[in-house]
Every structure is written in C-alpha cells, then in structure tokens.
C-alpha cells in the first residue's frame, strides 16, 4: 500500500474549503485512502472524517491508499497540499 507524508501549509490547516477540497479530490479514485494525523485515522472521502483529524498549519499528515489507482490518487492529493489548496 503506497503512502506519502505531508505538511499542510495552508493558513487554516485542511479546514472548511481545504478539507472540502480534499475529499472532493479524494473521491474522484476508487481506491480507499486514509488519511492520519498523530494517533488519529480518518476516511480521505468524508468530510467529517477529515474534519476531526484536527490538522492545523504546519501539521504533518500520511496519506495512505490502496486500488487500481492508489498511486494517482496520492499524486493528485499530494498536488493540491502542495499548492496550498489553490490559495483558497
């Protein structure tokens, strides 16, 4: 199962509009993918789920998945963390 560690830069961590962005982005692979945060885990397609990772600026997330496209969709996520969201 591919993972990549992250740090989330953007000025509100993956809240409201980043995390909204980052499920929307998850959700376009059918490959399962999590997403954790110190001890916690949550589902990469559900915003709630993302939601109470807490991850604030300068956190450091791991993102695991696992499917036929488990490595485009890393790249994908791993894309939109790195733009900082687009500047949302």
Request: aromatic share 4%; hydrophobic share 45%.
């Amino acid at each position: 199962m591919p993972e990549i560690t992250l740090t989330v830069h953007h000025e509100v961590g993956l809240h409201a509009r980043p995390a909204a962005m980052f499920v929307r982005t998850a959700k376009q692979f059918g490959s399962a993918i999590k997403v954790t945060h110190g001890e916690r885990k949550a589902n990469a397609k559900s915003i709630l789920s993302v939601l109470t990772l807490g991850v604030d600026q300068g956190a450091v997330i791991t993102l695991y998945a696992e499917g036929e496209d488990a490595d485009q969709a890393l790249e994908a996520l791993e894309a939109l963390v790195e733009d900082n969201f687009g500047g949302v």
